[in-house]
């Protein structure tokens, strides 16, 4: 097999230089026979010949080595098909029209989602408050281009779109805001106890101030002056009561909180959303307490509460407070090596909620 390969690869080379070195009579009569052969087939042909770009730039490039007299001759078409093939192939060449693109370049998915973040994060940018926050990132893109971007999202392009949600005005003002609502329990003989619980919306801690089967103005009242002689100078740092519509509120409970200066903030009606941390928590009690202990009595509800309010202040991390508790403000050390160091667990209400500690 391979002898046989090595005498054809042998027989193509020594036919290159026989062709070179064949004499002019040799090579016209074969191209007297490649004419003839041409013209034979010229005449069987019914239809047009159809040739390939690269047909054409053979006969193009070919076309300037022969006299132009004999191109009819020679070539299978006219001698104005061969001219035309030639100033498109020069047009082609000279032509940056196809790699050019009309128009601006596109926008990149970064700098969009960028415009977006901008706008979403800060509600009072316009779109050229946002185009010079790019500018100064160093992302060079025409203030047009922002308008657009926003237009595309459905996102108002003006300065003031759509105002703070709740949510956002809720952030802002946390760190003087406390909420109340309240929190009502069935005992194990079915019956109705209510309790009126407070959360500091900036530290989270929270204040179950009383439970009573007949929550009264009067009763309200009174927890709402409880309230403020537990807290003390804390009020200074507080702006805001944010609570309900409920009729168990009266003008004296807000005396209360206003001659602390605090303004009060009533939420609309059937609106839990605009007291959402309220209820948040109200549903963690719930959760974590009222679903898996029977309550028997008013005075054990009270001690049940009291005893969850104290572990929910001391111990329970929060994720809005980068898992600290509440009356934590410093995050401990690194932990111990397990290996040489035990956790100790308190139970707390009887083992339905534990806490963990490095031990001694």
């Known amino acids: 097999m391979i002898v046989s390969l090595l005498y054809k690869v042998t027989r193509k080379l020594l036919s290159v230089p026989a062709v070179l070195l064949r004499s002019e009579a040799a090579k016209d009569a074969e191209l ?89 994060e800060n509600p009072r940018w316009g779109h050229r408050r946002i185009h010079g926050e790019l500018a100064r990132l160093g992302h060079r893109i025409a203030h047009s281009t922002v308008w657009r971007i926003l237009h595309d999202a459905g996102i108002d392009p003006a300065p003031r779109r759509t105002g703070p949600t709740w949510r956002q005005f809720l952030t802002a003002q946390a760190q003087g805001i406390i909420a109340v609502d309240f929190l009502h329990l069935d005992t194990v003989l079915g019956t109705r106890l209510y309790a009126l619980a407070f959360l500091e919306h900036d530290t989270r801690r929270l204040h179950i101030t009383g439970v009573t089967a007949h929550p009264t103005r009067e009763w309200t009242t009174q927890q709402a002056r409880n309230l403020t002689a537990d807290l003390g100078h804390r009020t200074e740092s507080l702006r805001f009561l944010l609570r309900d519509r409920d009729g168990k509120y009266s003008q004296a409970f807000d ?103 490095q031990a001694a």
């Open 32 to 120: 007297l026979v490649l004419r003839h052969e041409n013209a034979v087939l010229r005449r069987q042909l019914t239809g047009p010949v159809r040739y390939e770009p690269s047909d054409r730039l053979w006969f193009a490039a070919l076309a300037g080595l022969l006299d132009r007299r004999r191109w009819r001759e020679v070539f299978p078409v006219t001698p104005g098909t061969l001219l035309a093939w030639h100033r498109r192939l020069v047009a082609r060449k000279w032509d940056y029209g196809a790699r050019r693109r009309i128009g601006r370049p596109p926008t990149r998915t970064a700098i969009k989602t960028l415009v977006l973040r901008l706008a979403r």
């Open 255 to 357: 005396t209360v909180f206003q001659a602390d200066d605090l303004r009060i903030i009533k939420s609309a009606p059937q609106a839990p959303r605009m007291n959402a941390h309220c209820e948040r928590v109200i549903g963690t009690i719930r959760r974590e307490l009222l679903d898996h202990i029977l309550i028997t009595s008013e005075s054990h509800a009270r001690q049940v509460l009291a005893t969850y309010e104290d572990h929910y202040n001391r111990h329970r991390p929060h994720q809005a407070r980068d898992q600290l508790p509440p009356n934590i403000y410093q995050r401990p050390t690194a932990g111990h090596d397990l290996d040489t160091h035990r956790l100790r667990r308190t139970r707390i209400l009887g083992g339905l909620i534990n806490e963990y500690r």
